[in-house]
């Protein structure tokens, strides 16, 4: 099974504050997806990176792609307490036929007012 | 976009009863549908993969006969707990592919707490 890990695990910063989360595999992946969650829901999909060196751009929000589609990092600018929430990056394992998704441990992002 | 409902959101048993929470595509047909289980501050981890009219496909350690799976439609799956324990208590989330939708995405249901007494 393929993995990949996410980081920071935890990031709690003051409104207006830049961030960025890391999403990194040492597995290919034909395409990664970002999700945002909130409390008590499920995941909402933001954005999918299918290009190496791939950027996309969601307002504030960044996704980048690496050029080898191993990793993929999220940048938030100026971040608003409306941000808060966990960010999951996913991809398609490549090693299951069933097309399964797999999901990074996840970023909790708290942004204080 | 396409809609995944969960039902229900949340549910609250005695132990060792069974409960089922069911999962729709409301929109599109879904061959493929995952179930996953969420506890607080961490990430999904998949517990099974539900095919339409075959057997769903477990993920280690995960037990078949304490999490019955059916996909009996193309836009229904369930998932059973059976014999409900303290333990089982979690955030349950579903997630289905569309037919022929791309590989990678898949659209999340709301997600259903169950708390087991």
């Known amino acids: 099974t393929q993995l990949l890990e996410q980081s920071p695990q935890f990031l709690s910063i003051q409104e207006g504050e830049n961030l960025t989360v890391y999403c990194n595999s040492s597995?290919?992946?034909?395409?990664l997806q970002w999700y945002r969650q909130e409390p008590g829901e499920g995941p909402v999909l933001l954005v999918t990176?299918?290009?190496?060196?791939e950027v996309k751009k969601l307002k504030r929000l960044t996704f980048q792609f690496g050029d080898a589609r191993k990793d993929s990092s999220l940048h938030i600018t100026a971040a608003q307490p409306g941000d808060t929430g966990l960010y999951l990056c996913?991809?398609?394992?490549?090693?299951?036929?069933?097309?399964?998704?797999?999901f990074g441990q996840g970023t909790t992002l708290q942004v204080k007012p | 976009g396409a809609v995944v409902s969960q039902h229900p959101s949340w549910v609250i048993c005695k132990s060792g009863t069974s409960v089922k929470i069911e999962c729709r595509s409301l929109?599109?047909?879904?061959?493929?549908m995952f179930w996953y289980r969420q506890f607080p501050k961490q990430s999904l981890m998949l517990m099974a993969t539900?095919?339409?009219?075959?057997?769903?496909?477990?993920e280690q350690g995960v037990e078949k006969d304490k999490f019955l799976i059916n996909h009996a439609s193309l836009t229904l799956s369930t998932l059973t707990v059976t014999s409900a324990h303290p333990e089982d208590s979690s955030f349950y989330i579903c997630?289905?592919?569309?037919?022929?939708?791309?590989?990678?995405?898949?659209?999340f249901g709301e997600g259903s707490r169950l708390t087991v007494l």
């Open positions: 997630s289905a592919r569309a037919v022929g939708g791309n590989t990678g995405e898949l659209f």
């Open positions: 996913a991809g398609v394992d490549g090693s299951s036929n069933t097309g399964k998704l797999i």
């Open positions: 539900s095919n339409e009219g075959s057997k769903a496909t477990y």
């Open positions: 929109d599109f047909q879904a061959t493929t």
């Open positions: 990176v299918v290009t190496g060196g």
């Open positions: 597995s290919v992946f034909s395409s």
